[in-house]
């Protein structure tokens, strides 16, 4: 019932934000400029798709993926809201509906983690090494870039393409922690529909960001496309997008 709900939210959240941001954009709890308005509805619209996986099939697969994914990203989104608590006005709804929605999501993922903690992986199959590699990979690069993020926030963000304070690159790190597990979670033994799942989300994480950036920066021109920061930016959704791409051809040869 809660992930159906999160799907509700996460669609209009990330849809919203993506496709029309100016009618979206002022239901948001904080003030949001245009590229993170389309960045956070990218991220959000990827979430969206996991989430509806785990509603529409409401099994351990593919749930033992994406509920360590839900739990990351909401409870690091807690925290930080916490931490900058100073961003939110507590006289907009908004505000209140965030904090409490951003409050129950992470409990309940944390529960259902250590109800199911005994429950193996639907495909017990040990993955072909060469598979278990690019998994790790993906795993260790996207986990250590999320992690620089939180810590390392005014040096992390210098990858990206478009001026960010400390508050949004801390926020941001759920963009690469969050698939960075999910990819962990996989080499444990991964189904046709956890490798759907996941590749799907990726393939949305990786083409919105960098569709967002060109549409927001044809009318602002705010990005510098000589710096090689911005291309490395790139170069990484779009990484991101060919391991979705990849994870998806996993899936046709599962049974």
């Known amino acids: 019932v809660l992930t159906f709900v999160e799907v509700v939210v996460l669609f209009i959240a990330g849809f919203g934000l993506f496709i029309a941001p100016k009618l979206v954009g002022p239901l948001w709890p904080w003030e949001l400029l245009p590229f993170n308005a389309r ?32 739990f990351i ?17 507590f006289q907009r709804w908004e505000v209140w509906v965030w904090f409490i929605l951003y409050f129950i999501l992470p409990i309940n ?19 072909a090494a060469q598979t278990k590699n690019i998994l790790n990979a993906q795993t260790i690069l996207l986990g250590l870039y999320g992690i620089a993020l939180i810590v390392a926030p005014s040096i992390a963000k210098m990858l990206w393409s478009w001026e960010i304070d400390d508050f949004h690159a801390q926020l941001y790190s759920v963009t690469f922690l969050t698939p960075a597990i999910g990819s962990y979670v996989l080499t444990k033994g991964a189904t046709k529909l956890e490798w759907t799942t996941l590749g799907l989300s ?27 920061g911005t291309w490395i930016w790139f170069a990484l959704f779009a990484a991101i997008t060919i391991a979705g791409i990849w994870m998806l051809g996993q899936a046709r040869k599962t049974n």
């Open 39 to 70: 960045f956070l509805g990218a991220v959000y619209a990827a979430a969206c798709i996991a989430a509806v996986m785990q509603t529409a099939y409401a099994r351990w697969s593919p749930a033992r993926v994406v509920t360590p994914m839900i």
């Open 202 to 228: 990726q393939l949305i994480l990786g083409i919105f960001p960098i569709l967002g950036v060109i549409i927001v920066d044809l009318s602002v021109h705010r990005v510098n496309w000589l710096s090689i």
């Open 73 to 89: 990203f909401t409870a690091i989104i807690i925290v930080l809201s916490f931490i900058y608590i100073g961003v939110f006005d």
């Open 109 to 127: 993922a944390a529960y259902h983690l250590w109800l199911y903690r005994a429950l193996p992986p639907a495909n017990k199959n040990p993955l």
